[in-house]
């Protein structure tokens, strides 16, 4: 902003006056920031400082001396190797999984009138937003020994033993996908009903079938929303607790059972820090990656 | 011509080359909706192991929880917690909201990033490092500190929710506000607060949800005469499959449709 232009050029005052006006243009910018105040100081207080203060003790041993023996304990022992390639194993297929089943459906929803489309939605919504916890125990319920699944199967003549569907790896599995599927196919289906019909129009005049014209124009258009939603994803597998802990029966055990494990078993804080330390670099890592890659379109899209 | 062979879109494709997209389509929807869904029938289920159909009906598991002093405290506290979370989370989220996006400062960017950090930091090492500060403040198990966490897990869903709505809002009506003599207060309350009041309105409703659906951090947070009841549902699922949470998963989808249905309908009225 600059000074009103009443006052005569080159007066004494003009100077003072501009200068006063700008201090108060600033205060008042400034002032309506402190607005955040409350808010920052809430995450500062409750994760900012935390999250530091946990990290700090991964470089303690535990005597209390400065040392990087939790670090060099993660390299040496193997099971830390296990948890992680079972962290990036259960990530990456869930991710993989959620591809194949979500494509089709952000397509199928990208192609019904916005009316159908927004009435769909409201079956990709409600997971959503139902508790974590209520949709990991339904599946509890469906998959167990004596289960719908199971009785449905038997009775159909699929398979004539109950099969072990939960406490192992498929049960994770399915838990997530259904979990993550929804955080997918949201921004996906964004990405593509924002398309423009008229780039499609356009290849099929120019002689395209409708399976070319879709892998060479309408698939690359959309790609920026499957790596945003794809990168949520796998970052949200990388840190999840609640489905391999309740569905997985202690034979899955991610990252993030194991921080916890450390904490409730053997209250080791060390351990648990370190893990965390290196859990978050990954996470980073990988958003970074993506947000290059996507241009940051929509990742940031929800917390769950 | 049937509607098979009608054209599907733009490419000349027909309904009936794309049958397979519909049907894989309404699979993954079934896929998402039922699982869920198929609970509330299975917990007015007589049996121990929840049939579906269920072959008798019982109010039986609903007995079970509403005459468990445990669970009814459980329950008492999550609703609280989710009241207290909204009701502090909503104005904290956004005032940062509005003042970020009026001010326009260059570490506004910064700011945002450092409010947004519970979305991107893993639940588990906010959990386990909320437990660790707790532990040196006295604070674990107390509802301030399960109110404290959940209120930062919510301040960012509503400072995206209204900061969306900010962004379509015109701040020149505020300016015109003043000029005729309003305070800024005045003007944001009369004018803007009116304006994204159903931004406001969803994200107190989500900030309810988000608490009340919580269960990593409530997991460390919360415990013995304030655990929520996410935490006791957890709890108790270590051990067996409780047919009682069948009956508390129908009674929180039933809030959680009631609350997104408000929302929607509130969001009706608005337009």
């Known amino acids: ?304 | 011509m049937s509607w098979f062979d009608r054209p599907a879109s733009d490419t000349q494709i027909t309904h009936r080359s794309r049958l397979w997209l519909y049907g894989l389509g309404v699979l993954v929807l079934a896929f998402l909706a039922l699982p869920t869904l198929i609970v509330i029938p299975m917990s007015f289920s007589q049996s121990q192991y929840l049939e579906f159909p269920p072959r008798q009906w019982s109010l039986r598991w609903y007995e079970a929880f509403f005459s468990s002093p445990s669970w009814m405290a459980a329950t008492a506290t999550s609703l609280k917690a989710g009241i207290c979370t909204a009701l502090v989370a909503t104005p904290v989220g956004t005032l940062a909201a509005y003042g970020l996006h009026v001010s326009r400062l260059r570490f506004g960017g910064v700011v945002i990033l450092a409010l947004l950090t519970p979305t991107i930091v893993p639940v588990i090492l906010v959990g386990i490092a909320l437990f660790y500060a707790f532990v040196q403040l006295k604070m674990v198990n107390s509802f301030l500190g399960i109110v404290l966490a959940h209120t930062m897990l919510a301040v960012p869903i509503v400072m995206m929710i209204v900061g969306s709505a900010l962004k379509s809002f015109d701040l020149d009506q505020e300016r015109v506000a003043r000029s005729l003599g309003a305070t800024r207060a005045q003007a944001f309350l009369q004018v803007t607060m009116p304006q994204i009041g159903f931004a406001i309105v969803t994200s107190a409703l989500l900030s309810f949800l988000t608490s009340f659906d919580e269960v990593v951090v409530s997991l460390f947070v919360s415990g013995g005469d304030n655990s929520t009841l996410t935490r006791a549902m957890f709890m108790a699922l270590r051990d067996q499959i409780d047919p009682t949470i069948a009956a508390i998963s129908t009674i929180m989808i039933v809030i959680t449709s009631l609350l997104l249905a408000a929302s929607q309908l509130l969001g009706k009225a608005e337009k």
């Open chain 1, 1 to 304: 902003m600059s000074a009103p232009g009443l006052s005569i050029a080159g007066a004494p005052g003009d100077d003072f006056h501009a200068a006063a006006l700008r201090r108060d243009h600033w205060r008042e910018r400034l002032g309506l920031a402190a607005l955040a105040a409350p808010a920052l100081l809430l995450v500062t207080v409750t994760v900012l400082l935390p999250v530091g203060w946990l990290f700090g003790l991964s470089f303690f041993d535990d005597a209390g001396a400065p040392s990087l023996e939790h670090y060099r304990r993660m390299l040496a022992e193997p099971s830390y190797g296990r948890t992680f390639r079972t962290t990036f194993e259960i990530s990456l297929l869930t991710t993989a999984i959620c591809i194949l089943l979500g494509y089709p459906l952000a397509y199928f929803l990208s192609q019904l009138p916005r009316r159908a489309a927004n009435l769909c939605m409201i079956a990709v919504l409600l997971p959503f937003w139902t508790s974590l916890l209520v949709r990991t125990y339904a599946w509890l319920v469906l998959l167990q020994r004596r289960g719908l699944i199971n009785t449905w199967g038997i009775e159909l003549g699929l398979w004539s033993e109950p099969l072990q569907l939960v406490h192992n790896v498929a049960g994770t599995l399915i838990g997530m996908v259904h979990i993550m599927l929804p955080f997918l196919v949201l921004p996906l289906y964004g990405t593509m009903r924002a398309i423009d019909r008229d780039l499609l129009r356009a290849a099929s005049s120019l002689g395209s079938t409708p399976a070319h014209g879709f892998w060479t124009v309408f698939f690359p258009l959309s790609l920026p929303g499957l790596a945003a939603g794809s990168a949520l994803v796998f970052v949200l597998c990388l840190g999840f607790y609640v489905t391999p802990a309740m569905l997985g029966g202690g034979k899955v055990t991610m990252v993030s059972n194991r921080i916890a494990n450390d904490i409730e078993l053997f209250f080791n804080w060390g351990a648990a820090s370190a893990l965390g330390v290196v859990l978050l670099v990954i996470t980073l890592v990988v958003l970074v990656l993506a947000a290059r890659l996507s241009r940051g379109a929509g990742l940031f899209g929800a917390g769950h």
